[in-house]
């Protein structure tokens, strides 16, 4: 199928904004960010992404209740029409308190959620956007996808999609040529076969989130780490196994110390390792990692010089994680 928009036209990496937005919260009052953040460094970030050719960007509405997109909006001046904007939406939010309130998949509500995103990132265009809730009730898809193909018709979104792991839900979006692309889990740690068959399938291009799955992959996280209380990875929400009580989780530890030789060959970063995996995993996907410095930025790009992990690697890591 002939997609309207193929975000691999844009490369194979983007950056993920999420991190980039500052705290946040639940409606329970629990922290969603990553903690704080500096703009100016954000910006930079940004900067030198686009510096070293990435040219996909990845944030949500709700990422810092708003905040993420505006960082992006600066840090993207006079670069909008070299780059692919990819927001989400479903999530309610006060931007005041920086609140997470709801979920709303309505169509009054999601038009207007389109035109917030539109006027924090000072664009007239969304590129790909996205459904942020996972576990929207399928009767109501079809206003969803109506409402959505009208804002594709009134040129404020040029594709749509959904971020979601439930393969039923994603069949839903993905037969429709306007469904640019679906955004899922997948990593070393945690593979999504029947996914990939069906974005295969389809012909459907996946933005892959948590592919460092959430920093355990990028080396800078031991037994001996404790995350700080305004990270998100500190409270485990249902959705996120690796860390626990505010802690990598131990088995998972035994997971990355069995593929870390494997991953760092040939003088590889953990990272870049991650990375190539994916890479080797499917032509389909383009992995989103996050970032909140230069550094890390630098890294994550750097992969692409390397390219994909080898079958033989590939067999190595299947065989040391079945262990």
């Not at 975000?7 to 969603?32: F, K, N, Q």
């Not at 040129?155 to 792991?165: A, H, P, Q, V």
């Amino acid at each position: 199928m002939e997609r309207v928009l193929d975000p691999r036209d844009y490369g194979s990496l983007g950056v993920g904004c999420w991190a980039i937005g500052g705290p946040w919260d639940s409606a329970e009052g629990t922290p969603l960010g990553w903690g704080m953040v500096d703009d100016d460094e954000s910006i930079a970030a940004i900067r030198l992404a686009l510096d070293l050719g990435v040219r996909i960007f990845d944030t949500a509405d709700t990422y810092g209740a708003g905040h993420s997109e505006r960082v992006l909006a600066r840090g993207l001046q006079g670069h909008r029409d070299e780059v692919l904007i990819v927001s989400k939406f479903g999530n309610t939010f006060d931007e005041v308190a920086k609140r997470r309130t709801g979920t709303d998949v309505s169509p009054a509500y999601i038009r207007r959620a389109t035109e917030d995103s539109l006027r924090r990132l000072e664009t007239d265009r969304i590129d790909v956007h996205l459904l942020h809730v996972a576990n929207v009730d399928p009767a109501v898809v079809p206003d969803v996808i109506g409402t959505l193909e009208a804002l594709v018709a009134d040129g404020l979104i040029r594709s749509y999609g959904w971020s979601t792991d439930d393969m039923e839900r994603a069949r839903l979006f993905a037969a429709h040529p306007n469904c640019a692309a679906l955004e899922i889990q997948l990593n070393v740690l945690s593979d999504a076969s029947e996914m990939l068959a069906l974005l295969e399938e389809q012909q459907l291009p996946a933005l892959i989130r948590s592919p460092l799955a959430m920093g355990l992959l990028a080396g800078r996280v031991g037994r001996d780490t404790t995350l700080a209380a305004n990270d998100v990875r500190g409270i485990a929400p249902a959705w996120q196994t690796w860390f626990r009580d505010s802690r990598p989780a131990p088995e998972f530890l035994g997971q990355v110390d069995a593929v870390r030789g494997i991953l760092t060959e040939d003088g590889c970063t953990m990272v870049q390792g991650a990375l190539a995996w994916l890479w080797a995993r499917s032509s389909w996907v383009i992995p989103i990692p996050g970032f909140r410095t230069s550094s890390q930025v630098e890294q994550n790009a750097a992969a692409r010089d390397r390219g994909s992990l080898s079958a033989d690697q590939m067999a190595c890591i299947e065989a040391a994680l079945s262990r």
